[in-house]
């Protein structure tokens, strides 16, 4: 009977730490920050939980807002710079940032 009692004292706190240390992995997300759309194409813009970095997902202008992204960009430090890149890439825009 001891025994019982002695894994019940030690397996209850281990499984306790257990569940915290994975729950807390599992809150991290990304965020969607704006939408929008340029030319044929529409995007939104995504960040990371912690703003470290931001991109691009874009779809055909036409395409169902429920179908996978035409295309999923390279992380950007800034939102300027995400949609600097929509505009220059998909939006078409002749910007003075294009020519970089």
Excluded: H
Excluded at 9 to 20: D, E, K
Aim: proline share 5%; charged share 20%.
């Amino acid at each position: 009977m001891k025994l019982i009692q002695i894994l019940k004292l030690a397996v209850i706190p281990v499984l306790t730490v257990l569940s915290f240390v994975s729950t807390s992995n599992k809150v991290l997300a990304d965020y969607l920050n704006s939408q929008g759309s340029g030319g044929n194409y529409r995007y939104e813009l995504w960040s990371t939980d912690d703003n470290n970095y931001y991109y691009l997902k874009v779809w055909l202008y036409e395409a169902s807002p429920e179908s996978n992204p035409y295309n999923i960009t390279r992380a950007f430090p800034s939102t300027r710079e995400a949609l600097i890149y929509f505009d220059c890439n998909y939006a078409e825009k002749n910007l003075p940032e294009c020519s970089q």
